[in-house]
Structures are given as structure tokens and as C-alpha cells.
């Protein structure tokens, strides 16, 4: 019991920590160096625009989901249900925070399971990679069920636990259990970073244990080496997370490595610093088929409830559309062929990546 009450501490503070502490990334996302070439005239109407996709079998009217957050904290029930319902509305994805707790405490479910808010809508359980190796396969799979999820995310966070009091030191044998776990779930998982991204390397050993959804959350966001830095019990950690707090691969290369590696089947999350609309159509021009976001919309949600939340989807999505129209896509895949010039550091990336792609195919 002590050690789920020190878990329930640990997920109010983090929420604290990143509404009211600065936790952001102090790099970039690199999205802005993906350079989109305006059509001045671009024969669309805005209305004509089409923002239709599938997910996890589902039909979205947006490309978009409000990725992991929260759960067994202070106020997790009211910001799972009442995001939930906004994403039901706008019918875009939605996923819960860890549920870690109720391996422990299943008493706290009300937490996580929000499916009458969410009922026709993708919805997304949520686990930490660690906690495959303490638990059994059964019991991580009931995580799902319990709460109707339509699959189950799998963060990854090794950065992140280095970094937290009392964190997870031991990885060796996450792989194993992630294979397992993605055949007994027939392949229902989807396995994300934390806001340090996913290499070329860890795209591939997804790809050969048959991961076809990743969420890449590269850098460029919240950075949870940062925000563990504000929780530090030690020097070393207080060090150690200043010297982290801005660690992993940015975002947009993320995106363009997971594409490349993983192929045309699999469905790529974009995550990590999306904040516009525009944020979001780069990210979909580099090849991915989600754009997600967290911290931007719980800020608004947290200051003015669902309709801070609804207004910040009514102009992500006008952003979206019309970067969509002045660039002369009229249907999410008509992005993939909108002319673009990658400049600057992600042009570096990006011809790192291919040459490393290559190599280990």
C-alpha cells in the first residue's frame, strides 16, 4: 500500500510540475525546417477538405489524439472523462494515462475507464515498459480489457526513470516481453517514447517483433528528464537531470526514421511539441499518420474545462485545413505527395537516416 501511495504522490506532482514549472524542451522539434511551398492557386474549398482516417480500426474525422497524460492522481477522473468527451465530439483519438496503479489499486478503474464517454471512439489503455517484467502478460492485457480499450500503449521512458526518485534501473528483458506481449494482443499495442524519441535502431527491433503502431514523441516538447529534475531527492539526480534536460532525437526525423524503417503498413504517432495545426500538418507531410499532443491541451482544459479544451480543437483544425489548402492537399493522403524542402539540421538528419535505414536493412 505504501508503494502505491507513493506512486499516486509521484503522478500529482508530475501534474503539478508540468501545469506550473517551465518543462519544455529547450531545442526544437525541427518541424519548422520542413519548408512548404504556398499554391497560390490551389482550386479547394475550404469546405471540400477531407480530415478522414482509420485507427486501430476506427474511423477518426481528424488525424489527430490526445496522447497519454494521467491516471491514479488528483483530479486524473475529471481530466480523463472530460477529454474523453471532447475527443468523442471532434472524433479524434484518445488515450489514458499509465495504469500502472491498478495493478495495485483496481479499485481506482473509475480513473481509466471512460468508454461511455469516448463510446464509439478510439480509445487507448496505457503501461510503462517496465512493468512487463513485474507483471504477467495476463494481467497486462487485463488493463485493457477492463477499461474496453480498443488497444494498449506501451511507454518507454528508460531517460525518465533515470532520472526519477526510486526510478526503474533495470531494462534487460523489456524486449522479450514487449514481443510476447504484441503477439498475445495480436498486434493491438502501440508502443511510444516519452518526449526522447525513437531511433532507427529501436524502429527496427519494433519492426522484427511485428510493432505496426509507434507514437515517435521525439524532443522538442515536455522534457520528463526536466520535469523529474523538480523532484529530485539527491544532488546527483538534481545534476543529473539538469545535465539530461534537454536529451533525445527531435521530433520531425523521428517521424521521417519511423516511416522509412518501419514501411508503408505501419501507423506512425507524431508527438513532442505539437502545439499548431501547422505543427501538425508537417508532421504529416513527413509521414506520419497521427499528430498527438498532451500538454497543450490539458493546459487549456485545466484553466477553462472542456471548452478551453474544444476551442483549442476548433483552431488546430482550422490551422490544419487551411495549411491544407494553401499547400493544395484535399484529403489527409494527398499530403504525402505536397511538395516540400527540408532545410537546415533536418536535412542532415534526414540523409543520416536513409543511409542508416539502408544499412540495416
Known sequence: MKKTTENTARKSEHLKIVLNKDVAHSGTTLLEQVRLFHQAIPELDLDEIDLSTEFFGKSLKAPLMITSMTGGAEFSEKINAGLAEVASEYGIAFGVGSQRVMLRRPEVIHHFAVRDHIPDGVLLGNIGAAQLIENSIDDIIELAETIEADGLCVHLNPGQELIQPFGQLKFRGIYDKLARLAENMEGKILVKETGAGLSPDTLLMLKKIG???????????????????????????????????????????????????????????????????????????????????????????????????????????????????????PNIKAIAAVPRLYTGELKDWIEYIDRVSKELR
Do not use: N, Q
Open 211 to 329: 510493432v505496426k503502431y509507434v507514437d515517435i514523441s521525439g524532443a522538442g516538447g515536455t522534457s520528463w528528464t526536466k520535469v523529474e529534475s523538480y523532484r529530485a531527492d539527491s544532488p546527483a539526480l538534481k545534476r543529473a537531470g539538469e545535465t539530461f534536460a534537454d536529451w533525445g532525437i527531435p521530433t520531425a526525423p523521428c517521424i521521417h526514421a519511423a516511416r522509412v524503417i518501419l514501411g508503408a503498413d505501419a501507423c506512425v504517432i507524431a508527438s513532442g511539441g505539437i502545439h499548431t495545426g501547422l505543427d501538425s500538418l508537417r508532421s504529416l507531410v513527413l509521414g506520419a499518420d497521427i499528430s498527438g499532443f498532451a500538454r497543450s491541451i490539458l493546459t487549456v482544459f485545466m484553466e477553462k474545462g472542456p471548452e478551453g479544451a474544444a476551442e483549442y480543437l476548433d483552431t488546430h483544425l482550422y490551422e490544419l485545413k487551411a495549411g491544407m489548402l494553401l499547400t493544395g492537399a
